[in-house]
């Protein structure tokens, strides 16, 4: 089928790809004029025949905000909008609502795969309304993996929250490695550590993806030591947490993996100074100043 | 090869069939007489030939320790003990020491494969001298899977020191997927909690083995309904948290999953009800007697 | 001076009773008509001699919402407004600028004290114009402490951001106390625990209000078999944690507090159901059903 | 009383002034023939009178160890040797059987006080047998706090239990306001943060001593810039998990505080190194390196 795509980076650029290797018809629009199909959004538009699929594939929060209340100013009634940006599932309701209240449709997808997207295909997390859903499978069935990696979550923000939550489980799980491989480092008991991690990959109950990117790493750096200690954090674990705590749901795990990413980013720790001056108060232990 | 196995159980068993089934000669000892081919230890070792291997498959602790000592009075400079149970890498110091000054190899073995080993290989994780785990080579190729799923570690205790920290990564995996179906379940946001995991098993960061297990866990029951939130805990991930804390590692993750274990067996929590009577106390809060 | 109450619950009766014996004139109301002094806001309004101060004491949220905006339509420029409520700091920029817009003041106070505050006096923790809290210092002085107890934290919403830090705080310094007696109850170590806890009043560095008010818990009820491991939390213990993830700040300890209440209130836990299916899956393990 | 004093560092020469102040005769010995009232501890045991009392006060570990050993040697049925160390409570009870074989008496006192100790008194946690606890109550009631400030907590090893519960409580109360003042320091809506700590201690739920200490940290250094978040860690914060992990007990906040200086100890993390490369790997997200 014909599609709009919106915002060519990284991620919209390859699934781009993917989408015309698999013979749909994709008009980009980027910013960047050198990579872009057509000038504006509202050639972009002009472009497509009613009814109408544009993808959204900007950063989340404003950009993504523009975007859709631009297209809602483009777009007819029975047209649809997908954003399949890392928006927050909040934000997919106000813009549902907005974009309900022209006649056009809205559809949020959480999309995982990174750069192996491309070729392996996407897992699409879908939220929306059951026929808009339906219209656009065609293209869904091109970008997702040949078998599942596709699922219509529920209604219009329960594709990102799925998404959001997946995310969140992925911090855990990077964090349980994480710390396997610190203490068998700290421990030295065990002397072929990327070894250990390599056997893994076979028979044990912690086989994975992430393992198998984890022994890549080993394979080029053996012991790490070309990297900082420093990881960012994207929206998702955040939202993770905050839905968590909204909702009076404990999640110590995933929420520890947040903090070790806040505390990654920190050169001195703020509160470890006052840990420090209460140590110094009472006990006149000496500090490391 | 000729291999004596102690110990017969779901474990034990099973891993003696899968030699039987790649052509080695097991002579088994249980204490259960009806599915023991010898009557006692000193029967089992008049059986094999040197240089003998026993592989010794009984639980940690005691009864690995008694097994371990009857067997240096029974063995010969030469022979080689296994010990392939979930035993703590100090003890197979001990063990290792003991069974040295009478000329007797050891070699400690992680074995990760649970229910599913048996058809599939076990993974393997071994420590002790490069000698004897060549020696005992051809019995780790039969009980490994096709491909990969076995290292050598390194010196006594590693073996069961890569396992241990193998079940903390679990440890720490299996609570993430546990909080972001709790987190699903509570939010009400999306519909699909089963088919979301189901569309996970393609394309996404956390595609993984317990994915697929839970999986199918929620196949069978697809909210849980028929389980109680109730978890044992083996001795590994009490061991890893220790070793830790010896060797100053922080593992919040890991840590808050083996916790989570703890407080999951109790009825009511000790520490919250003193949080109720300080709420009481100070506030005059509503408390729930 | 004069100033009107509205809310005359626990708290806010207390209060107007403290500010009474300190010789200030309270006009009270409440919905409750048996214990109000006005029959409606407008009446209070109406008794009150311009420049007017008007002291919010309702339950945060809706509530306090209503209050602000009815005062809002009631008030003349040069009035003031109070909110001593546990509103959240966001709701009190809100509420600031709506009755700027008319002229009216607004000073937000975080209120600690509990059942305590009538006769030891209330810690105040303020925010808002210069201006405006020192037209309200007589009040302020009043309802403090004899000494200390009072801060001026800074802008609109400095005092209830103080406050839920406060809560926050004390919300790890609970669980400290908390997890502390379970061990010691769980270790069987120690035979006089509430003689322990008692002892630890004097000379120690736990020493504390929240230790004085442990140790009166456990002279009316020394193994606390009388309560439930059961808490409610407040709005600020979830606020803290929400604000410390918006700016990437590591709140290990007080996050904790906070699940181990959400914990407190699941008679199963969701997760934990999903760490049992896990284990079944894999290890034929027992499950408890 | 008459009283010997091994190890006059820091706590025991303060105890040993103590005493002296409160008329006790004390005998003191010390490796640093400066400070030492005598030539070895042959030369102590025969200035005391039998039966004789020698309080230790050396480091924890092989120091006391050796230390009990000497005085086992050196003693005689009736006398009562004193740990007042920060012994683990394990070695308390080899300690006692082993002084026990001789006949002579054990106990262990958990001792709290810093460098407050010498004017205010020590809190003192004691385990062991009744009569020995009475024997040395002179002692006792000198170095305790003129009120309170005195347990006995159960058998031999339950006073430096308590003592180990005592300061695994206080890292969990440092840490929560530690992380209290990071967040206010990061969120910048309190102007005024030094200002909020002081008014904190009278009046709310927080007052205590850690918080008087803080604000003279506060005052000494008010964004304590002169200090690098660093943090040394005593035995008992790891006992007291280690305790915990083997009882079964979770300890969330405990646990994370000992965490927290753990993780200020590294100049870079290691498992955030493993974070930073799988980021790498599946996102093809920038890393530091």
Redesign the interface.
């Known amino acids: 089928m014909q599609i709009g795509m919106v915002g060519l980076g990284?991620m919209g650029g390859n699934m781009a790809e993917r989408l015309r290797r698999g013979g749909h018809e994709v008009v980009g629009y980027d910013r960047d004029p050198a990579i872009s199909d057509v000038e504006s959004l509202k050639e972009l538009v002009e472009r497509l025949r009613a009814p109408r699929a544009v993808w959204v594939m900007v950063p989340a929060g404003e950009p993504t905000r523009a975007t859709v209340e631009a297209l809602a100013g483009l777009l007819a009634p029975g047209d649809i909008v997908i954003d399949g940006g890392n928006s927050h599932?909040v934000d997919d309701r106000r813009h549902g609502d907005e974009l309900a209240t022209k006649g056009i449709g809205f559809v949020d997808v959480g999309v995982?795969?990174?750069?192996?997207?491309l070729d392996?295909?996407?897992?699409?997390?879908t939220g929306g309304d059951e026929a808009h859903i339906r219209a656009l499978s065609p293209v869904f069935d091109t970008l997702?993996?040949?078998?599942?990696?596709?699922?219509?979550?529920?209604?219009i923000?329960?594709g990102h929250?799925?998404k959001m939550?997946?995310?969140?489980?992925?911090?855990?799980?990077?964090?349980?490695?994480?710390?396997?491989?610190?203490?068998?480092?700290?421990?030295d008991?065990?002397?072929?550590v990327e070894?250990?991690f390599?056997?893994?990959?076979?028979?044990?109950?912690?086989?994975?993806?992430?393992?198998d990117?984890?022994v890549?790493?080993?394979d080029e750096?053996p012991d790490?030591s070309?990297?900082?200690?420093?990881?960012?954090?994207s929206g998702e674990g955040?939202w993770?947490?905050?839905?968590?705590?909204?909702?009076?749901?404990?999640?110590?795990?995933?929420?520890?993996?947040?903090?070790?990413?806040?505390?990654?980013?920190q050169s001195?720790?703020?509160?470890?100074?006052?840990?420090?001056?209460?140590?110094?108060?009472?006990?006149?232990?000496a500090?490391?100043?």
Chains 1, 2, 3, 4 share one sequence.
């Open positions: 990284r599932y995982s795969g990174g750069v192996w997207g392996n295909g996407y897992a699409l997390m997702k993996p040949a078998e599942g990696g596709f699922v219509h979550a529920g209604k923000g329960a929250f799925a939550v997946h995310n969140g489980i992925e911090y855990g799980m990077m964090q349980a490695f994480a710390e396997g491989w610190e203490l068998l480092e700290a421990a008991v065990v002397d072929d070894g250990t390599r056997s893994w990959r076979q028979g044990t109950v912690i086989r994975s993806w992430l393992l990117l984890m890549r790493a080993l750096d790490l070309e990297l900082r200690g420093y990881a960012q954090d955040r993770t947490v905050q839905a968590a705590v909204e909702h009076a749901v404990p999640l110590p795990v995933i929420t520890a993996a947040l903090y070790a990413r806040f505390r990654s980013r001195d720790s703020p509160a470890m100074k006052v840990i420090a001056a209460l140590r110094s108060q009472f006990g006149g232990h500090v490391s100043s």
